[in-house]
């Protein structure tokens, strides 16, 4: 008698998510580990971020990943952040990669009801499909106290579905894109009021797909 083989996890869901982060943490974390040095917009737009909730404020970093440096930096505009990821090897790189900080394994679709005074999603929105975009901006709505802040980082576009890992490799993974009306209307419906919607041109060493940073308000 053989064992019946284990069935696949669902494409997107939270198991699929934990399944194909743990199987190429390692490989982003070389890849992206000092990322934010080439990109200054996104240190500009962190840092905005990170100002307007001020010095001391409780903040998670929603989809960590295995670098933590979104958390890092966070933490050293002197906010009160944990790095959250569903993937336990992800939280496990990040610990090591930025020990003086805060990482736990934790999905960002349910993560409580706060109060927290902002919530970062730097590239965290991709893993799982679109249908769900309006139930993570809820729960996000739901942890997030009036008057805090959002900023969401996205790839722009309209895929929707499981393609090869675009890091390379064997690896197939759910990939979502979003485009700045999508996301401005996910929010606005959740509870938070749009600050600012702008859209950039992909760096040279990206994947060649403009990005899309929305900040918001919880009303």
């Given amino acids: 008698m ?12 939270a198991a699929d998510v934990v399944r194909t982060w743990d199987a190429r943490a390692e490989q982003y974390l070389r890849l992206f580990r000092d990322e934010l040095e080439g990109k ?21 970093d929603a989809g960590c990943g295995p670098c933590g440096h979104v958390t890092a930096l966070l933490a050293s505009h002197g906010l009160d952040v944990l790095g959250i ?15 003086g900080c805060r990482f736990a394994v934790m999905d960002q679709g349910a993560i409580g ?4 005074d902002g919530l970062v999603a730097y590239y965290s929105l991709h ?4 249908r769900v975009l309006p139930v993570t901006l809820a729960a996000w709505a739901a942890a997030v106290r009036p008057g805090g802040q959002l900023l969401t980082v996205a790839k722009e576009g309209t895929g929707d579905g499981v393609v090869d890992d675009p890091m390379g ?12 009306y999508e996301l401005r ?31 918001a308000t919880r009303s």
């Fill in 2 to 13: 053989t064992d019946a083989p284990v069935p696949s996890p669902a494409p997107g869901s």
């Fill in 40 to 60: 200054p917009y996104d240190l500009d737009v962190l840092r905005a971020f990170a100002d307007r909730v001020g010095a001391g404020a409780r903040v998670y």
């Fill in 85 to 99: 990821d569903l993937s336990p090897r992800c939280v496990d790189l990040a610990r090591r990669e930025q020990p």
């Fill in 113 to 116: 009801t706060g109060p927290l």
């Fill in 127 to 130: 893993d799982q499909p679109k």
């Fill in 169 to 180: 490799g064997e690896l197939r993974v759910y990939w979502a894109e979003f485009t700045a």
């Fill in 185 to 215: 209307t996910a929010a606005r419906d959740a509870g938070f009021r749009v600050d600012d919607c702008t859209v950039r041109e992909a760096y040279e060493d990206e994947i060649p797909a403009r990005r899309v940073y929305l900040a």
